[in-house]
């Protein structure tokens, strides 16, 4: 009990020192709040944005923590929204059922592009960045280069309600915690991590299981692509790939998140960071940075992460060595044997 508590707050103290980090900033910088507690706005974008950046992130750990990067992502999450609800909306169907078919239409895609990754054998990224033309080319024929609009449409504004959001995060968090932690699929997902090779010798179908992760993906990816139109009310086709963005820059959450899966689970540290660069995010906001400053600043913070996790173990491995030394050292000096300087 003592450790989960301990490990609880280990988690948890992440987005509270963000949060007191960027208030700090922002009050003596801009003499402004990083949320602004006299209205809820602030709330409310955190918790939207915080929900759709956390299902992209959680589709991207099925598929980048096996060494696969999955570049269609943006373009599952365009055509699988897309086409998805504008097929609900041409059955007038809205509120609930847009998410429900933007998830099924996502997962339909994301079985597709397994499917072709199976059959093709060749490099997920350059798969990825050829399924995702495809897949914008298909949402721009079968919309009429309209893509989504959801203007004036009724029964929507649910979709973007803080607490529905909430309510679709803690489902996901749910669904994905069981998937890796308590099912056959999960168990695979860690010995495919390991070493694919030794995984299929085990008797582990690697390519079936890697179908199962595009098909989840593409399920998180609609999912988060719907939550995203609801509140700007529109979702514009794209071309040139330019869909993998919004996937792409969240791949700082899923490391991270995969560290501090090491005191919670991957579930659960996914979430937490995702909260956590938020509001680091808002906080830059707040000291108004231009997009292309935040941008560098997230990105040189991303890069010292990755530096850390390179390294994180360099003195504790230098310290062994050293340990051994004295101790080889030592033995060569009981056995009469002289010792090297």
Same mark, same amino acid.
């Given at each position: ?58 589709? %991207? ?10 570049? $269609? ?20 169907? $809205?509120?609930?059922? %847009? ?139 794209? $071309? ?19 560290? %501090? ?9 996914? %979430? ?21 400053? $935040? ?47």
């Amino acid at each position: 009990m003592n450790r989960r508590i301990k490990n609880t707050l280990i988690t948890l103290a992440f987005p509270v020192l963000m949060f007191l980090i960027m208030e700090a900033v922002c009050l003596i910088a801009a003499g402004r709040h990083v949320i602004d507690f006299s209205t809820n706005l602030d709330l409310v974008n955190l918790v939207r944005n915080t929900g759709i950046a956390c299902a992209i992130t959680y589709a %991207l750990s099925f598929n980048l923590t096996s060494g696969r990067l999955d570049l $269609s992502l943006g373009a599952q999450r365009l055509a699988g929204t897309v086409i998805g609800s504008n097929i609900a909306l041409a059955l007038g169907l $809205s509120g609930v059922w %847009l998410l429900l078919f933007s998830l099924t239409f996502g997962l339909v895609f994301g079985l597709v592009v397994g499917l072709v990754f199976v059959w093709a054998r060749v490099p997920p990224m350059v798969l990825g960045i050829g399924m995702g033309l495809i897949l914008e080319s298909v949402v721009y024929v079968t919309s009429g280069g309209v893509g989504l609009n959801l203007f004036g449409v009724q029964g929507i504004t649910i979709l973007s309600e803080a607490y529905f959001t909430i309510l679709v995060v803690a489902i996901l968090l749910v669904v994905v915690l069981y998937l890796v932690a308590y099912t056959k699929f999960g168990y695979q997902m860690r010995a495919i991590q390991g070493s694919q090779r030794i995984a299929q010798n085990s008797g582990i179908n690697i390519f079936r299981h890697a179908v199962l992760c595009y098909t989840f993906a593409g399920g998180l990816v609609g999912v988060a692509g719907i939550l995203d139109a609801a509140y700007k009310t529109q979702m514009a086709v794209t $071309s040139g790939n330019a869909s993998s963005g919004p996937v792409v820059s969240n791949t700082f959450p899923m490391f991270l998140g995969i560290f %501090l899966g090491r005191w919670s689970n991957q579930a659960v540290g996914i %979430l937490v960071a995702t909260l956590t660069l938020r509001i680091f995010a808002m906080g830059l906001a707040k000291l108004q940075l231009s997009e292309a400053m $935040s941008n560098v600043v997230n990105m040189f913070l991303y890069l010292a992460f990755l530096v850390y996790l390179a390294n994180e173990n360099y003195f504790k491995k230098r310290k062994a060595w050293a340990d051994r030394l004295v101790e080889v050292q030592e033995k060569k000096s009981k056995l009469g044997i002289p010792v090297e300087a």
